[in-house]
């Protein structure tokens, strides 16, 4: 089993950059994918960003791509997310989350087994 807390959010002006930062407890950071989801007001939770248990592999949402970096450090039992270009329709709680699961990178809620408790996100225009 493993623990996740996500921090690192805030309030930023659009065209303006955060970095997200996901901790795990545990010893088996290197067994699990991991991915960035987020969920804004009214709407359902949608994938951001994966990233493989090597770190090697990483996919990203349309809506992302170009802007936003997935990444992990090993020694820290970390993962991030670097955000730039931010618009105000990236405005949401943002969720990390763990899974041993072949599907990781199908983008799909469901294939995730641990859930951090969420950052908030947001972008003023």
């Known amino acids: 089993q493993v623990q996740l807390v996500d921090s690192g959010g805030g309030l930023v002006q659009a065209g303006g950059s955060l970095r997200l930062s996901c901790a795990a407890s545990g010893r088996t950071f290197s067994s699990y994918a991991m991915g960035w989801f987020r969920q804004a007001p009214g709407k359902e939770r949608e994938f951001v960003a994966s990233i493989s248990w090597s770190g090697v592999r990483t996919y990203y949402a349309d809506s992302v791509k170009g802007r936003f970096t997935i990444s992990r450090e090993y020694g820290k039992n970390t993962m991030y997310l670097q955000m730039t270009s931010l618009k105000p329709e990236d405005t949401a709680v943002y969720y990390c989350?763990?899974?041993?699961?072949?599907?990781w990178g199908n983008g799909k809620e469901w294939e995730y087994e641990y859930w951090g408790q969420g950052t908030q996100v947001t972008v003023s225009s």
């Open positions: 989350a763990a899974t041993r699961s072949g599907g």
